[in-house]
């Protein structure tokens, strides 16, 4: 699917757009195996960016965005599944005063395991891992001015992972068909 849009520009654009090329396939190797992938392509211009204030401000300039995820579920047994995903963003603004901030890569891997217990009941367990890659290279330091005063913050390396684990219950109520 593919999904363009144009709109009255705001400050000095005349035009603004946005496209976005949406794809997926699933694949059911049997009926208990099967895979699925999913990716959203987006250029556009203007993004939406949130200021101090957690309030929506428009940005000039482009930028580029893909989200692909990946997912393959197995039913090993009647009552025993998993649930394997790997999620990838990347992140690339034109303008150089928001690549500073937002330019990254981000990959996030989960593993499910589920065991049901009732007809409507399923415990579910399992972890995730994150890791965020900031790509822009110019880690300079911050330098303000306050009352004559100069402050000077080196650079700090702000790609992180962080990982979890996590336990629960997934319960589905099934309605009554009268």
């Known amino acids: ?12 654009e005349p035009w603004e757009f946005g496209g976005d090329l949406l794809t997926a396939l699933n694949h059911s190797f049997t ?14 211009q203007n993004p939406s960016v949130l200021d ?9 300039g482009t930028y580029f965005n893909d989200n692909a995820s990946l997912q393959f579920n197995a039913q090993w047994t009647p009552i025993f599944s998993t649930v394997t995903a790997w999620n990838f963003q990347w ?20 593993q499910d395991f589920r065991w049901l217990t009732l007809p409507t009941l399923t415990f579910v367990t399992g972890a995730n891992w994150r890791n965020t890659n900031y790509t822009d290279q110019s880690n300079s330091a911050q ?34 068909i009268v």
């Open 91 to 110: 992140w690339d603004y034109q303008s150089d005063s928001l690549a500073v901030a937002n330019n990254r890569i981000v990959n996030f891997i989960t």
């Open 31 to 44: 009926d208990r195996f099967s895979l699925e992938f999913r990716n959203q392509f987006r250029a556009a």
């Open 143 to 176: 330098v303000f001015s306050s009352n004559g005063q100069i402050f000077i913050f080196p650079a700090a390396d702000r790609n992180w992972s962080a990982t979890a684990g996590y336990v629960g219950l997934d319960w589905q109520a099934q309605p009554t």
């Open 52 to 60: 101090g204030n957690i309030t929506t401000v428009q940005e000039d």
């Open 1 to 12: 699917m593919v999904a363009v849009s144009f709109s009255n520009g705001r400050g000095n």
